[in-house]
């Protein structure tokens, strides 16, 4: 955690498989406030550690709406892909401690298995591979099964014991509040994918730490997420930044605006005769 003195840092972290659209906009635009109100800094990240939808392009174009919304951000950049050396590395250590463990199941079994759903809704992982032999371990490894290496959560909250982390509302320059992690939600949770040597969760909390980011701003849909974090900042040592959530720009049909829903972007409003201004008027500023 940055010093007391230390200037505030944040950051808007997207990742670049789509154009931003009004709901970027807002946490974009709510981050740089954030930042003005506590007298710090907004840094850019590209967390791109997708290989299927990432794009350069998408990069770029994210590069040139932001400023067309006049925001600006200390160079260079943080490009997740650039770092996967720095993610095995903060794995590799979770995995001498023997707190991660091989899973070969494939999405179909983890569909056929789940014991319920994690706070997304999405399968909830029953823990079929955490008690596997390890001889069977080392011969599907050494055969080159399709692996990904997930957190044996249980195992993990023994060692951090209960964890707490600072919340603070809208107005980020007031009084944190303490808040309880519930890890234990999200089941094993994968730290790294088939064929890459990390996940989202893992470098998420790798680079909130080396960029020294002191408060994080994300929409509430991040909010349960962000328990898994405050667990691997314990289980790394990294100390824990103070998150804010705010809340999230919704379509006609109350639904997240997103790229999968096709939802109008930035630049299609741009086309349209939008001017900056009419953006942030749109999502409140
Ligand atoms: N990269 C994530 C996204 O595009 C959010 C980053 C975060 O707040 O951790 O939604």
């Known amino acids: 955690m940055p010093e007391k003195s230390a200037k505030p840092l944040l950051r808007f972290a997207p990742s670049p498989n789509g154009r931003l659209h009004l709901g970027h906009a ?12 506590l007298g710090g800094t907004a840094l850019l990240r590209i967390e791109d550690i997708d290989p299927q939808r990432s794009k350069p392009e998408f990069t770029a174009a994210i590069e040139e709406d932001l400023h067309w919304l006049g925001l600006d951000w200390p160079e260079p950049v943080m490009v997740q892909s650039e770092r996967l050396d720095d ?5 590799n250590r979770l995995r001498d401690r023997g707190l991660l463990y091989p899973c070969f199941c494939s999405r179909a079994e983890l569909m056929a298995t ?7 809704g999405a399968p909830l992982y ?11 371990q ?7 099964d399709p692996v990904q290496f997930r957190l044996d959560i249980e195992m993990a909250l023994d060692r951090t014991g209960m964890l707490t982390f600072s919340v603070v509302g809208p107005l980020v320059t007031d009084r944190p509040q303490l808040r309880y ?20 969760h893992l470098s998420v909390v790798v680079d909130d730490a080396a960029q020294g980011i002191s408060h994080v701003t994300r929409g509430r ?41 096709s939802s109008e972007t930035l630049a299609d409003l741009r086309a349209k005769g939008w001017t900056p201004e009419d953006v942030r008027r749109a999502v409140g500023f």
């Open 126 to 136: 029953p823990g079929t591979c955490r008690h596997m032999d390890r001889g069977e």
């Open 221 to 261: 849909d991040m909010e349960a997420a962000t328990d898994i974090h405050v667990l691997l900042q314990m289980l790394l040592g990294l100390g824990s930044p103070i998150y804010n959530f705010h809340r999230l720009i919704l379509d006609d049909t109350g639904k997240k605006l997103s790229k999968s829903r």
């Open 181 to 200: 992690a519930r890890p234990e939600r999200w089941g094993d949770v994968v730290l790294q994918r088939k064929g890459m040597p990390t996940s989202y």
């Open 114 to 120: 789940a014991t319920g759903t994690d706070p997304d």
């Open 87 to 91: 993610y095995a590395a903060a794995g």
């Open 26 to 37: 807002y946490s974009a635009l709510y981050t740089w406030q954030a930042a003005r109100l």
């Open 138 to 144: 080392i011969e599907r490894l050494e055969r080159g």
